[in-house]
């Protein structure tokens, strides 16, 4: 390893330790399959090591830079509270796709009816920004509204998704389960946050750490965005 890249690998460790990416669960919900990252146990919790979680970071940052060089999308995933609004500005900024709420079962495994349903969505809104809904009564309208809410709450981070995405970065795959199932069926890599409580064992690109913290969520979007962007302008 060369001076330099030990400098970084040290400061992306401080960096780390700043967001509180090394707090683990508790020890009694460790999963095995994380043992190997675990540095040590505190106060009955689990304690991370992050000059193993630097070293995972690095090799699924590599990663993403190669999709981003193909020019192909990856698509983010983080629905729970705390990784959602990390998850959807970081995907935003790239015009990548995203899910920042509830995984929709089929996004990837059922792809013609996931994009039937978002061209009724496009369709609706276009007729609604051309003032064509005026037709309707106003019960009508409020229905179609309703509709368009509901579709646009599903399924506004995938409209850009025209095919399966090359790789799926997720916040806690125990949590999105089904995403990470659907990936695993379909082929996708996936590049995972993942906390002491999980399964890292099908995980193509999992990266220890702390994925219950907003500050440590961010880090690591952060890091993966930066990541596809330095891919991006190699291309």
Known sequence: MSAETKTKGNAMIDLM??????????RSRRNP?????????KNKSDIIDLEKTAEQLEKAKKF?????????????????????????????????????????GGTLTNAPEIKKRIA?????????EKGELSKYTKKERLLIDKEI???ERMFSGIVSMKELPKAMFVIDPKKESIAVAEAE????????????????????????????????????VS????????????K
């Not at 330790?17 to 508790?26: I, K, P, S, V």
């Not at 009724?120 to 609604?128: A, G, T, V, Y």
């Open 64 to 104: 993403i830079e190669s999709i981003a060089k193909s020019g192909k999308q990856v698509l983010f995933v983080g629905g729970k509270s705390e990784a959602r609004e990390a998850v959807k500005s970081a995907a935003l900024s790239l015009n990548m796709p995203f899910v920042a709420g509830r995984w929709i």
């Open 185 to 220: 069926k379909t082929g996708v890599p996936v590049v995972a946050l993942a906390n002491t409580d999980c399964d890292i064992s099908n995980i193509d690109y999992p990266i220890v750490g702390n994925d219950a913290a907003v500050t440590s969520i961010a880090s690591f």
């Open 33 to 41: 399959s994380v043992t190997q990252f675990v540095f040590g146990t």
């Open 17 to 26: 330790f700043a967001a509180g990416a090394h707090f683990g669960y508790q």
């Open 120 to 128: 009724k969505f496009e369709d609706l809104e276009k007729q609604k």
């Open 149 to 151: 809410a509901d579709l």
């Open 223 to 234: 890091e993966i965005a930066k990541a596809y962007k330095a891919g991006a302008s190699a």
